[in-house]
Every structure is written in structure tokens, then in C-alpha cells.
């Protein structure tokens, strides 16, 4: 099982970017990367998803370093309604026994 | 838009009740999966499921059962609940690839107290 580990908790100031990190050191091969965020009395959403090197999209961008044992989501001037726990997650194949951490709650600040 | 659906979203239940949570997904999903989270522990896997009538324990599955009879429902059920049950539980579902490629949708949660 490809565990993750991730800093509990964060402040940012609103308009900042933020880079939130995760851990993987023992993701496998053909493993995927996929990042979540979660409101309050919700369930998570999917943010962004990435293999290796840099993947873009409207929300979030995700950085890979070549050996695949860390990952960074950032996300661009944040505002208020950024306030959520974040969740990276690696694949676990062949069944997918996709399981999350504790997430990184991230606070944005006026 | 996909749609996972979890029968209620607040239940009370008494000590030792038998006790049911309905999922229900409209993609054809493959996969379903149960959570439950508390606070500072994060989402943890109860059990999962990759077709009808197959299911796989996650890291937490004692006090838990599941049954996946048709493919667009997943049911999570406490044989005799207590109180350390209580919690909000999570269901999801997704078509991922072998690698977890793909996206997990999850429902709006069930939050569950047991007195």
C-alpha cells in the first residue's frame, strides 16, 4: 500500500499561492497521483490528477520531480473559499484500495 | 453529471440496532467504496468494492459488513452497533484504471450516532 504523508495544517493570505506537499516514497511504477479537497460536511472533490513532470488545469497545477517520490499542488492566488483539507492519494492497482490520509487542512487568511 | 446517492444523510440508532447505509450510483461504475471520517483522523477505507458480489476489506473493516448485489449499489452494514461507530461515512464510486487513474465521486455523506 502506497502511503502518503502530508503537513497537518497551513495559513496562507488571501491572493497567495499555495504549495501544498505530499510524501510518497514507496508509489509504484504505474501508480497515478490524484489530489482531493473537502468543505466542511461534504464530500472530497477531485482536484487534479498526474503521472509525472507538471500537469495544468483551470483550478491547480501539479508538480512531479522525476523520481515520482513527492508531489505539489499549487494553487494560485487563493481566496476565502479555498479554506479546505486537502488529500493526495496514490494508486494502490491492482484493486484499488484507494486509501486517503489524514489531508493537510489549509486556512486562507484576509 | 454522475451521481452517488447515500440514503440518509442523518441517522440516530441505539446500541446493539442493526443498522443499513443505502449507496446508489448512476454511472456503471465499477468500483464503490465505503469511508468513514472522524475528526483528525482524515477519510479511512472501510471496505471496497470492484464488481458485483466481490468486496475487499480496507483498513478498517471490523464491525462492518458489506453486500454489492447489483452493480449500482453498495450497502454498508454494522451487524450490532456501538457507540465508537459513530461517525460520518462516506460512500464513492469510480471507473479507475489498474494505476488509479481516474476520479473517485463521492456522496454528500452519512453522519451516524449511536446512543
Known amino acids: 500500500l502506497a502511503k502518503t504523508t502530508q503537513p497537518i495544517s497551513m495559513d496562507s493570505y488571501e491572493g497567495q499561492e499555495v504549495n501544498i506537499t505530499c510524501s510518497h516514497n514507496?508509489?509504484?511504477?504505474?501508480?497515478?497521483i490524484t489530489w482531493y479537497q473537502q468543505f466542511p460536511s461534504q464530500g472530497p472533490r477531485f482536484i487534479i490528477q498526474?503521472?509525472?513532470t507538471k500537469v495544468t488545469n483551470e483550478v491547480a497545477s501539479l508538480f512531479i520531480p522525476a523520481d515520482r517520490k513527492s508531489s505539489t499542488l499549487s494553487l494560485p492566488r487563493v481566496s476565502l473559499s479555498d479554506t479546505a483539507v486537502y488529500y493526495c492519494?496514490?494508486?494502490?492497482?491492482?484493486?484499488?484500495?484507494?486509501?486517503f490520509g489524514k489531508g493537510n487542512q489549509v486556512v486562507v487568511i484576509p | 453529471d454522475v451521481k452517488v446517492t447515500q440514503s440518509s444523510r442523518y441517522l440516530v440508532k441505539r446500541t446493539g440496532e442493526k443498522v443499513f447505509l443505502e449507496c446508489v450510483q448512476d454511472?456503471?461504475?465499477?468500483?464503490m467504496f465505503w469511508y468513514r471520517q472522524d475528526p483528525g483522523l482524515g477519510l479511512r477505507l472501510i471496505y471496497f468494492?470492484?464488481?458485483?458480489?466481490?468486496?475487499e476489506k480496507g483498513d478498517i473493516p471490523e464491525g462492518y459488513s458489506v453486500s454489492r448485489e447489483k452493480k449500482e449499489r453498495f450497502s454498508l452494514i454494522l451487524e450490532s452497533a456501538s457507540t465508537n461507530q459513530t461517525s460520518m461515512y462516506l460512500c464513492?464510486?469510480?471507473?479507475?484504471?489498474?494505476?488509479?487513474?481516474?476520479?473517485?465521486?463521492f456522496g454528500e455523506g452519512s453522519r451516524l450516532t449511536v446512543l
Open positions: 514507496n508509489i509504484a511504477t504505474n501508480d497515478y
Open positions: 492519494l496514490v494508486g494502490d492497482p491492482p484493486r484499488n484500495r484507494l486509501a
Open positions: 454511472m456503471d461504475h465499477e468500483n
Open positions: 468494492s470492484y464488481d458485483v458480489k466481490m468486496k
Open positions: 464513492a464510486s469510480s471507473s479507475l484504471g489498474l494505476a488509479g487513474q481516474g476520479e473517485l465521486f
Open positions: 498526474g503521472y509525472k
